[in-house]
């Protein structure tokens, strides 16, 4: 099995709906967001996914949040826009864009240098390439 690990980051605002406490008001993170990928064969070059690709599709994905309000871009306007379900959102997200054979093992969404949350698919949830093997 290998695994390979990206990072990409978005700065953004967001208020927790439902928080009793100072994270319900308007605030801003400099997020970072980790994902790490794997497959068990490597493709005819000897990678297992090409890090420009995988770099290309997270900023694709991140890139709608950046200098946003998170509450205000789908899916947050209806789900809490915490650092668990950025997380989640990424992987599915990525997830159906990878080329077949490299699946999400795990996206990690900081929200400062000391905290952060990981999102961690189980083989069944889906978060797997629809695409076809490079």
Same mark, same amino acid.
């Given at each position: ?39 068990? *064969? ?12 995988? +770099?290309?599709? &997270?900023?694709? !994905?991140? =890139? $709608? ?8 871009? *789908? ?12 997380? +989640?959102?990424? &992987?599915?997200? !990525?997830? =159906? $864009? ?28 889906? !978060?797997?390439? $629809?695409?076809?093997?490079?």
């Amino acid at each position: 099995m290998y695994e390979v690990r990206v990072e990409t980051e978005f700065s953004a605002a967001h208020r927790l709906r439902g928080y009793d406490g100072k994270c319900e008001r308007l605030h801003g993170h400099n997020y970072r967001v980790g994902l790490a990928l794997c497959c068990s *064969e490597l493709d005819s070059l000897g990678m297992a996914v090409d890090f420009s690709e995988v +770099r290309r599709i &997270a900023r694709d !994905v991140v =890139g $709608r949040f950046d200098h946003r309000c998170l509450n205000d871009v *789908e899916p947050f306007d209806t789900v809490n826009p915490t650092a668990e379900q950025i997380a +989640r959102h990424v &992987a599915e997200a !990525v997830g =159906g $864009r990878l080329p077949a054979g490299v699946r999400v093992q795990g996206v990690t969404c900081w929200e400062s240098d000391r905290c952060s949350a990981t999102y961690l698919p189980d083989a069944s949830s889906g !978060v797997e390439a $629809r695409g076809k093997r490079q």
